[in-house]
Nanobody, 118 residues
């Protein structure tokens, strides 16, 4: 059973960089052909895909967030990390990590609330 767990600060100040880590157990992040994604849901809004890192290490980003987003991984720890720079209160959301196959997300973390406020 694959499990994903998000971790990171719940409160970030405006203009700072948000950094979250997803720790994966029960499966390797280098296994073909999975994509490890970050998805967020602002209050009262729908899910927004932010980006992903593939089993190969290739990265993909939402065009609307690409200039502020970086996703990396530590294969020795079986973790992948999201960094979102220059945050504003509009980045307040529940942030999820998830595993994607070509046609579906099959495993999700429980989500972590991040609030951007001074």
């Amino acid at each position: 059973q694959v499990q994903l767990q998000e971790s990171g600060p719940g409160l970030v100040k405006p203009s700072q960089t948000l950094s979250l880590t997803c720790t994966v157990s029960g499966g390797s992040i280098t296994t073909n052909y999975y994509y490890w994604s970050w998805i967020r849901q602002p209050p009262g809004k729908g899910l927004e895909w932010m980006g992903a890192i593939a089993y190969s290490g290739s990265t993909y980003y939402s065009p609307s967030l690409k200039s502020r987003t970086s996703i990396s991984r530590d294969t020795s720890k079986n973790q992948f990390t999201l960094q979102l720079s220059s945050v504003t209160p509009e980045d307040t959301a529940v942030y999820y990590c998830a595993r994607a196959q070509p046609n579906e997300y099959d495993y999700w973390g429980q989500g972590t609330q991040v609030t951007v406020s001074s």
